[in-house]
């Protein structure tokens, strides 16, 4: 079936067709690279990874252009810079590289493009100045503001009258604004700020001006697809659509975005997950007692869209649903897999708006079928299992290692000495003590392989 999205501005699932299907484009809000980035933040980063992996399958790895910003101008940065004393690049740098470590331990692809604020601020002064030169923003005491006044579709992203946005955006109430809803593309910079030069007076830029100059300088406007968190639709995504609507809306064209797309909340409790709220779990921590794979599946079990609450089971669901997965896979270790594509179903699954529980179905369905074919139809089986899980960036590891990877070194030391125990006590036929140590072993979990080349270990599946 083709791919089929749920576009935010229609308020309808349709028919993805980019505008030029040899050069598709994709742009996902990244984060403020203040600190280390929680596993909330990380829910756009996974599911827009499944949509980039599955782009590229259907037009062309080449063909699909993926970028996801980098906010490194921000009121955070600022502040974290001087509690540390410390330049506010070394702020940036530091939580950079641990969030992109982090992608690598959730398994996700690296974006196409990475673009950063500080490294696109001349598109960022030329396109205010267009907004100022075509009377869709004002300069006033210092600042430069949009006029959403001059944009006679304001609010159709996010479908809200303007009294409930002012209201939800809870504006800066100043007496230069014309509107209440106005809001700043530049503004003055406090005393230790970064400072740029710039036709409006020294400053720094506003938040929403810097994803549009970053999506125009990375991948030109308009766009296919514009993602990101349901929290950024009001009123981030909606000032950058209309900003960027009147930048660059010609010819009665104001298209800025073809598709829209918002994932739901990662909720802690009865809360979403915040670092103001203090209810975070932080993907750098998380790692140290489960596989980055598994947090990814946990962060995929429930539907884009839709809110997911992190829990400490759904993360050991997790485990255990790999487990079947990777067990299956270590079963059928001297098969080798046939060169065959995704199954059928489970791709029709993620092709209906990205529906991974139900592809996540599929998955065992197939794992099932490998466990139970005879023959040649084992290698198939094989083959559609991995080029179906893969896709949606899972089993790629080695299943012995995935059934050790929970065991830290001070285990793994003490499982080694017992089995060499074993193997010495076995070769002096001393079969009391071989049994007393095997048994010590399946305490452990553990369970030992005996072969002519010598015995090895792996711990077994998890019930």
């Known amino acids: 079936m083709p791919l089929s999205l749920y576009d935010t501005q229609a308020r309808a699932k349709r028919p993805f067709v980019p505008a030029d299907p040899a050069r598709v484009t994709m742009y996902v809000c990244g984060p403020t690279v203040y600190n280390f980035v929680h596993i ?28 996801a910003n980098i906010t490194d101008v921000d009121d955070k940065i600022n502040r974290r810079a001087a509690e540390d004393g410390v330049a506010i690049d070394v702020i940036t740098e530091r939580y950079l590289a641990a969030y992109n470590a ?24 030329a396109l205010i100045g267009r907004l100022v030169g075509n009377g869709s ?3 006033a005491e210092g600042h430069v503001l949009f006029d959403t006044q001059a944009c006679e579709d304001y609010g159709v992203l996010s479908g809200h009258p303007m009294d409930e946005m ?3 955006a809870r504006v800066e109430v100043a007496p230069y604004k014309r509107h209440p809803a106005d809001f700043v593309l530049w503004k003055p910079s406090k005393p230790g700020e970064p400072v740029w030069d710039s036709p409006f007076g020294p400053g720094r830029p506003g938040w929403h001006i810097e994803c549009t100059a970053m999506i125009e300088q990375s991948l030109g406007l308009p766009i296919d697809i514009h993602g990101g968190g349901i929290d950024l639709l009001f009123p981030h995504h909606e000032n950058e659509r209309a900003q960027g609507a009147c930048a660059h ?16 909340f990662l909720n802690f409790g009865d809360e979403k997950m915040s670092k103001s709220l203090g209810n975070v779990a ?24 839709a809110p997911l609450e992190w829990t400490g089971d759904l993360v050991a669901q997790s485990v255990k649903a790999l487990d079947r997965l990777y067990g299956a896979l270590r079963r059928s270790a001297g098969v080798e897999a046939s060169d065959t594509g995704p199954d059928a179903a489970f791709l029709a699954a993620l092709e209906d708006d990205l529906n991974t529980p139900a592809a996540m179905a599929e998955l065992f369905g197939l794992a099932t079928a490998l466990e139970t074919a005879t023959g040649p139809g084992r290698a198939e089986a094989k083959g559609r299992l991995l080029a179906s899980a893969r896709l949606m960036g899972f089993l790629f590891g080695d299943p012995e290692a995935w059934f050790q990877g929970g065991v830290d070194e001070a285990l793994k030391a003490r499982i080694d000495d017992l089995v060499a125990r074993r193997s010495q006590a076995r070769a002096a036929k001393d079969w009391a ?18 072969s002519a080349s010598g015995a090895t270990w792996r711990l077994k599946e998890r019930t």
């Open 137 to 139: 923003a004002y300069a």
């Open 166 to 168: 002012i209201a939800g």
């Open 282 to 305: 932080l993907v750098n921590d998380l790692v140290k007692s489960a596989p980055g794979e598994a947090l990814r599946w946990a962060l995929l079990v429930g539907h884009y869209r």
């Open 433 to 450: 003590a071989a049994d007393q140590i095997r048994d010590e072993l399946a305490a452990l979990n553990v369970e030992v392989m005996d």
């Open 40 to 67: 909330g933040n990380h829910r756009p980063v996974v599911v827009f990874d499944v949509l980039f992996r599955l782009l590229r399958r259907t037009f062309g790895e080449d063909a699909v252009l993926y970028a």
């Open 102 to 125: 982090d992608m690598v331990e959730l398994g996700a692809l690296r974006p196409t493009f990475q673009p950063r604020a500080t490294r696109t601020m001349d598109a960022i002064i």
């Open 249 to 264: 809306g010609h010819g009665g064209d104001r298209t800025y975005a073809r598709y829209w797309m918002h994932n739901g």
